[in-house]
């Protein structure tokens, strides 16, 4: 089983940054990829940015060349660097873990989810 803990969201005025943090524990050796996705109220949850491998990235077009993800695998750890933030990224932030497991000959996946941490960006 693998736990996600996010840290680091808060109430910040537009145009400013925060940076969220979210740990991962428990059999965390075949997590990939690792990402962020957000769900603000009265909408589904949308895809922020993910990180493959610690390199590969991708990134919703509505965040793209304002948010940053990035990992340290030794510490098993993501991050997202949030600048120039507007009203509308308002939401819950939750990390996101893709594991990977080996049952019945095959290889099987599953999806954690953290329990999110509250972004609210004032105008």
């Known amino acids: 089983q693998v736990q996600l803990e996010e840290f680091g969201g808060g109430l910040v005025q537009a145009g400013g940054s925060l940076r969220l943090s979210c740990v991962a524990s428990g059999s965390t050796f075949s997590l990939n990829p690792m990402g962020w996705y957000r769900q603000a109220p009265g909408k589904q949850r949308e895809l922020v940015a993910t990180?493959?491998?610690?390199?590969?990235?991708n990134y919703a077009d509505s965040v793209k060349g304002r948010f940053t993800i990035s990992s340290d695998n030794a510490k098993n750890m993501v991050y997202l660097q949030m600048n120039s933030l507007k009203p509308e990224d308002t939401a819950v932030y939750y990390c996101?873990?893709?594991?990977?497991?080996?049952?019945?000959?095959?290889?099987?996946?599953?999806?954690?989810w953290g329990q999110g941490t509250q972004v609210t960006v004032s105008s």
């Open positions: 990180i493959f491998s610690g390199r590969d990235t």
């Open positions: 996101y873990a893709k594991g990977r497991y080996y049952s019945d000959g095959i290889d099987r996946y599953i999806d954690y």
